[in-house]
């Protein structure tokens, strides 16, 4: 079975400042990964993904993320964040022939003044 | 703006009683996954709707049920309400084509269970 872990739960972050949000996942088969982001009382946003290829992906407003294998990673960065970057970030896994995505718990980040 | 839609935005009901959400996909996509959304918690998978048939189910009792239409809108059925259904309900549509479909997501409908 398919799981990811989102090990932060809040990361609190200064305006400007670099962030990472860890992404962990466990698939005994080949991934697609994932990122989304949820600012409050909306949908899912789509921020990037990783279906083959170049293992850095690079996404909307500025992030990108890292595919790992053998560290079975996928974290997300941003070198300067905004205050307008607050919001809560979700990682999502799935697989070839799989027709549901999992996701994490999620990341608050939290940018600071 | 993902282009799909979902109605209503926000939902009372009560214990027992039966609720309906809708979901309008995305142009050109013909397949529909939805969502349970708790409070402080990821997503989790409900079942997903392919050509007007289940195609899929996630740990939800029978009384979550759905429909497709022939122009690939959705309907998600709740019967006999509880409180634990109270959550943030998202929409998903996608282009099932042989290759891996990335689902785009509506900006879900809050359900409140009194």
């Known amino acids: 079975a398919q799981s990811v872990t989102q090990l932060d739960s809040q990361v609190p972050v200064f305006e400007e400042a670099p962030v990472e949000l860890r992404c962990n996942y466990s698939?005994?088969?080949?991934?697609?990964l994932f990122w989304y982001v949820q600012y409050p009382n909306q949908g899912l946003q789509l921020l990037l993904k990783?279906?083959?290829?170049?293992?850095l992906v690079k996404g909307i407003n500025g992030f990108e993320a890292e595919f790992n294998k053998s560290q079975t990673s996928f974290h997300l960065r941003k070198p300067s964040v905004h205050i307008s970057d607050t919001a809560e970030y979700f990682c999502?896994?799935?697989?070839?022939?799989?027709?549901?995505?999992?996701f994490g718990t999620g990341t608050r980040l939290k940018v600071l003044a | 703006e993902t282009g799909v839609t979902q109605s209503p935005t926000h939902l009372i009901k009560t214990r027992g009683q039966q609720v309906t959400l809708r979901c309008s996909s995305q142009?050109?996509?013909?397949?529909v996954s939805w969502y349970q959304q708790a409070l402080g918690q990821g997503p989790q998978f409900i079942f997903q709707?392919?050509?007007?048939?289940?195609?899929g189910r996630g740990n939800f009792p029978p009384r979550f049920s759905g429909l497709q239409f022939p122009n690939y809108s959705s309907e998600l059925n709740v019967n006999a309400l509880e409180l634990d259904d109270s959550a943030l309900y998202l929409c998903?549509?996608?282009?099932?084509?042989?290759?891996?479909?990335?689902?785009?997501f509506g900006p879900g409908t809050r359900l409140l269970v009194l």
């Open positions: 998903a549509s996608s282009l099932t084509s042989g290759t891996q479909e990335t689902q785009y």
């Open positions: 698939s005994s088969v080949s991934v697609y």
């Open positions: 990783y279906l083959s290829g170049s293992t």
């Open positions: 999502a896994v799935t697989s070839s022939g799989t027709y549901k995505y999992i």
């Open positions: 142009s050109g996509h013909n397949t």
């Open positions: 709707y392919y050509r007007e048939e289940e195609n």
